[in-house]
């Protein structure tokens, strides 16, 4: 239970850093701000609700692990390499596909409420 209480402790931490220090997370938690508070306005479904929350979830867990990659790269290498560009370059870009397609999800859900 100590351990556990520990490990939470730590990806608090983790938490606390990421949004602090993060400019994407701050970004992406006013956005998910926005997006809550049109929720809120427009009238979702659960369902719709649970993935609107699904998908601000991933989007800021993506941005943690893609900070969290930058890091090991800078770690392991202050030396300009390719390897430390790909590594870079693909962790961005997995955020900035999970980052379109939740713009298309959110676009899916809520243009059809606001054109009705
Ligand atoms: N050690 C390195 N070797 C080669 N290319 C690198 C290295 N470090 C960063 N780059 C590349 O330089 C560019 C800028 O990287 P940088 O780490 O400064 O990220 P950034 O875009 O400033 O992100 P952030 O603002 O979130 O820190 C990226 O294309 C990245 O892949």
């Known amino acids: 239970m100590k351990t556990f209480f520990k490990a939470f402790t730590y990806a ?3 938490i606390v850093h990421g949004t602090t220090r993060e400019r994407n997370v701050k970004f992406h938690l006013i956005a998910a701000m926005i997006v809550l508070a ?7 479904s659960q369902l719709e609700w649970i993935i609107i ?12 692990l893609n900070a969290a990659v930058e890091r090991v790269v800078d770690l392991v290498t202050q030396e300009v390499h390719p390897l430390a ?4 370059d693909l962790a961005a870009g997995a955020v900035l596909v999970f980052s379109i397609a939740s713009a298309i999800i959110g676009i899916i ?3 059809p409420k606001w054109l009705m």
């Open 85 to 88: 560009k790909q590594a870079k």
């Open 53 to 64: 929350i699904a998908v601000i979830g991933l989007v800021i867990a993506m941005e943690f």
């Open 38 to 44: 049109a929720g809120w306005m427009t009238g979702l």
């Open 109 to 111: 859900i809520f243009l």
């Open 12 to 14: 608090w931490m983790g």
